[in-house]
């Protein structure tokens, strides 16, 4: 869905470095999510903002940090890449106060490797 | 440890035919329960959704059945076609979550023509 957009869709880094995942949505939405999907473990939290001065940790957040620049931008980072960060990255978006509350919108993800 | 525990990890499901992923959960608190279709390449989508005051809820060809005391919910797909090919994950979320949920391992679905 090209209103909650990712980039890069693709990475490979090294050990150590130093990576941004970017995130952009034209929902208008005030909260947005940042998740991991790893095979067998389905997709986990690592961090979560209702708006753009409330940044909270979620069930994985050790070794990520995260930029809610505006409402409309989150930006993951990984300060020392590690390979067994690999895994497809997703951001998502939910609107507070309706029922759509409840229904989380997802962008298209972003490949990560870490050799 | 995961709070939804989903299961099988994939099937194969001939066309025509009916495809059921099961979830079980423990958090009595959970109060909405979602399923979410992800097709290669993309992210997930919300499919169709129950809250634990119905039993079941039907959208199209996909029902979602739901046990609370034993404390499961499936989702069936009946007349299953080769575009349904998709992993698809059960969630799960509670009334103070403040939108965060809990979702299932996943289960990668292929369904032959």
């Known amino acids: 869905d090209a209103d909650v957009t990712q980039t890069p869709r693709n990475r490979i880094t090294k050990t150590g470095k130093r990576i941004m995942l970017e995130c952009s949505q034209t929902?208008?939405?005030?909260?947005m999510y940042w998740y991991r999907q790893d095979p067998g473990l389905g997709l986990r939290l690592i961090y979560y903002?209702?708006?753009?001065?409330?940044?909270n940790k979620g069930e994985i957040s050790d070794g990520y940090s995260v930029s809610r620049q505006a409402q409309a931008k989150f930006s993951l980072s990984l300060e020392s890449a590690i390979p067994n960060q690999t895994a497809l990255y997703f951001c998502?978006?939910?609107?507070?106060?309706?029922?759509?509350?409840?229904?989380?919108?997802f962008g298209p993800g972003t490949r990560l490797t870490v050799l | 440890q995961q709070q939804v525990k989903q299961s099988p990890q994939s099937l194969i499901v001939q066309k025509g035919g009916i495809s059921i992923i099961n979830c079980a959960y423990e958090?009595?608190?959970?109060?909405?329960f979602p399923w979410y279709q992800q097709f290669p390449g993309k992210g997930p989508a919300l499919l169709i959704a129950?809250?634990?005051?119905?039993s079941e809820k039907k959208e199209g060809r996909f029902t979602i059945s739901f046990n609370k005391s034993a404390k499961q919910f499936s989702l069936h797909i009946m007349d299953s076609q080769p575009g349904d090919s998709a992993t698809y994950f059960c969630?799960?979320?509670?009334?103070?979550?403040?939108?965060?949920?809990?979702f299932g391992a996943g289960t990668q679905v292929v369904v032959t023509p």
């Open positions: 998502a978006t939910s609107v507070s106060g309706t029922e759509s509350t409840d229904t989380q919108y």
């Open positions: 929902k208008g939405h005030d909260r």
């Open positions: 903002s209702f708006d753009v001065k409330d940044i």
């Open positions: 958090n009595t608190a959970f109060d909405y």
């Open positions: 129950i809250r634990p005051d119905v």
């Open positions: 969630a799960a979320s509670w009334g103070d979550s403040w939108g965060k949920f809990q």
